[in-house]
């Protein structure tokens, strides 16, 4: 294939690994094969330094899109792939012009001469892509966005959604770079300012269609921040708003989904407590009155649902999916703890909200506790309405959402029981106004605890198992396959990926590792946000020091790989580092509002400093994280600086390390495997809600 220049691709000169696609690009020229060569591209570009000599390959790369944009009528199944869309992101991210912008132009005005037409063949999708992606190209991105958004609101949302399936992918991605690119939140705003009008003018049914298309399209992993706030609140904020003024089936679909996602996408792309509430207090009134709408429509006012007050009140514990995170294993140690009692306060169920696959492992472990698990069949109701009916039919009363804010205020409204829980394992914001209760992991110490001036019913709170004798044999084995030996010290972060986008916290590993040549540091995660973490990685110049290991199964083989538990900030880790501790790692860990909130900074450091525990366990405490020589082990750190201080110091003095993971792990040993306690405070917090609001009820 010979591009517009006249140059060859296979004249750029590419690494060794791009030889075999470049052959077949210059060979065949189809599309297909060019992405493959754009996908090549970007991973290979986005781990070099902006002087790399591989930028002229940028500007070659363009020369096979525009000779591609124009394919001979008689090429079969020709189509223009969401790939397209890396080529905009490579010249904005490396400060390449397009070289041929007279011909990008000139692309654009006989696109823009020919309308789309209402059939939806190959080449009608084909040019509406092609056209998108010229103005990807000729407009910043923000301008990019709102053409498009004007686009698909001229064009009809339904029929942008179903009638070009071929194209939905793409035109959605062009939404998702146009907010990848920027992360300017003015800019965004007058970009989306459209979408504000757009819910008020639409009918329910097109509304609906807008919803899917903006959540496939800006609600993802790497959009940035800037963008996705200015959604929230010009688009999903007035949804809401709307579905609450008037709800019929088509908002309430879209505003289930919405509700989801929320939860799952958005509170996770920049954890912090303050974004968290922020988010909740906007969001959760609108959900509680959707869910009071919604009852109106589906249920007869004779079904409300009324308190038991039997002497063994049946609870149903719901999940949003039967995943085996950190949560749902502390539901697990729950249900075990009740489970051993010779009379137990209450008789558990376990609703997961999501269809389960038949061999789940989640629900053989709770069903193998003797603990019954119901999950609804895939396309049933809305979750909440399932839950209502199941619980009815179970004849169970109060629900404890476990952990996700997800569908609790909905429930709340919905009163999808008598009495509705929710049981935060992270956050502490209060901001549904019609859940009954509030409980919290609390501490290993006491059964109250205070958030920002806020009491919660604590939990005296039990670990799952922390050890496995396995899981030294496989820590060496993954220690082997890295290719690191005994002469490595192995600093190590386990768990959600999003943990370690925070710069400082990156800037400060990097600081460590550039300080010790011979230091590695060890990460996991899902591969969807891996690559915004490895780019963190890369611009610090530490990519040879590090290691992806992927979502990891069994955390305490991994953590038996490392030498001294790294913890991310602000936001700390849960069970990962308490299983560091129980293996006698070291762990570091920066004191932030976050950590203190929710980690085992949590536990340690009320008792440590006499805070919360009786006197004698504020005495353990104290004495465990005590050296010989009187010097403090604690793990917590004030700032930066002091967390990067610490690393040095357990790296360099072997002793001290010892004697720190020594100590954690006393800590963990003596105060983190009572569930029969853990047990016991949490039934009684639920009988007492049980209780209180049969008062209220006058029952």
């Known amino acids: ?202 009918d329910t049914k097109t509304l609906a269609f807008w919803v899917l298309i903006i959540l496939r399209a800006l609600f993802v992993v790497d959009t940035r921040e800037a963008a996705l706030d200015a959604m929230f609140e010009l688009f999903v904020i007035p949804v809401l708003q709307r579905a609450a003024d008037n709800l019929d089936q088509a908002l309430l679909d879209a505003t289930q989904v919405l509700d989801e996602r929320i939860n799952s996408d958005y509170v996770k792309q920049t954890e912090s407590s303050a974004r968290f509430e922020r988010i909740q207090r906007s969001a959760a009134p609108l959900l509680e009155k959707i869910g009071r709408s919604a009852r109106t429509l589906t249920e007869p006012a004779s079904s409300e649902p009324t308190v038991s007050l039997s002497a063994r009140p049946r609870v149903g514990f719901v999940l949003g999916t039967d995943s085996r995170l950190a949560h749902a294993e502390n539901l697990v140690t729950l249900l075990r703890g009740i489970a051993a009692t010779v009379a137990s306060a209450i008789e558990p169920f376990v609703y997961i909200m999501a269809p389960t696959p038949p061999d789940s492992s989640m629900v053989r472990r709770i069903e193998a506790i003797g603990t019954p698990v119901r999950a609804p069949e895939t396309g049933a109701l809305h979750p909440v309405i399932w839950l209502a009916r199941a619980t009815k039919s179970d004849q169970v009363s109060t629900v404890v959402f476990v952990s996700s804010s997800a569908y609790v205020a909905f429930a709340a409204g919905y009163h999808a029981a008598a009495v509705v829980v929710w049981w935060t394992m992270k956050y502490h914001v209060k901001a549904v106004a019609n859940v009954d209760g509030y409980l919290s992991p609390g501490t290993f110490f006491d059964t109250k605890i205070a958030v920002r001036n806020e009491q919660w019913r604590g939990c005296r709170a039990a670990l799952p198992l922390l050890t496995d004798p396995a899981a030294g044999a496989e820590g060496l084995a993954l220690r082997a396959k890295l290719g690191w030996t005994g002469d490595h010290t ?67 083989a991994a ?74 082990l604690l793990p917590a750190v004030a700032t930066a600086s002091d967390y990067a201080a610490m690393v040095g110091r357990l790296i360099d003095d072997l002793g001290f390390r010892r004697a720190v993971g020594q100590a954690c792990q006393r800590f963990v040993e003596r105060f983190a495997r009572d569930e029969a306690t853990f047990a016991a405070t949490t039934c009684q917090h639920l009988l007492d809600l049980i209780r209180e609001k049969a008062q209220q009820s006058g029952k």
């Open 1 to 202: 294939m010979t591009p517009p220049s006249g140059r060859s691709i296979a004249a750029v000169p590419l690494d060794p690994q791009f030889d075999i696609i470049v052959a077949a690009v210059r060979e065949a020229p189809t599309w297909p094969a060019a992405a493959k060569l754009i996908a090549a591209l970007t991973r290979r570009l986005d781990r070099e330094p902006p002087d790399s000599s591989l930028g002229p390959a940028i500007s070659v790369l363009e020369d096979a899109v525009v000779a591609l944009l124009s394919p001979p009528s008689d090429r079969a199944g020709f189509h223009l792939d969401m790939t397209a869309f890396e080529l905009p992101r490579l010249l904005a991210a490396w400060r390449v012009p397009p070289t041929k912008l007279a011909y990008w132009r000139a692309q654009h005005i006989q696109l823009s001469a020919s309308p789309v037409q209402p059939e939806s063949d190959a080449a009608t999708a084909n040019r509406l892509i092609a056209l998108l992606l010229c103005e990807t190209i000729l407009k910043t991105p923000t301008e990019a966005l709102a053409t498009l958004i004007g686009r698909i609101d001229a064009m009809g949302p339904a029929r942008f959604w179903s009638g070009l399936p071929n194209a939905a992918a793409v035109l959605t991605m062009a939404i998702r770079r146009a907010g990848c690119l920027t992360g300017d939140a003015a800019l965004m705003r007058r970009a989306l300012a459209p979408m504000t009008d757009i819910v008020r003018k639409s």
């Open 490 to 556: 192995v600093l190590g972060c386990i768990g959600r990926e999003e943990k370690l986008l925070d710069p400082e916290y990156m800037a400060t590993i990097a600081t460590i590792l550039m300080r010790f040549p011979s230091a590695r540091f060890m990460w996991t995660g899902r591969a969807a946000r891996a690559g915004d973490v490895q780019r963190l990685i890369d611009r610090r110049g530490i990519g040879e020091q590090c290691a992806f290991i992927g979502w990891v199964k069994n955390t305490k």
């Open 559 to 632: 953590v038996a790989a490392i030498d001294i538990y790294a913890d991310s900030f602000p936001f700390a880790s849960g069970h990962t580092c308490y299983e560091a501790m129980a293996a006698g790692k070291a762990v570091v860990i920066l004191r932030s509002p976050e950590a203190l909130e929710s980690s085992v900074l949590t536990n340690l450091i009320p008792a440590y400093e006499g805070a919360i525990g009786e006197s004698h366990h504020q005495a353990e405490v104290r004495a465990i994280y005590t050296a010989e020589n009187g010097e403090c």
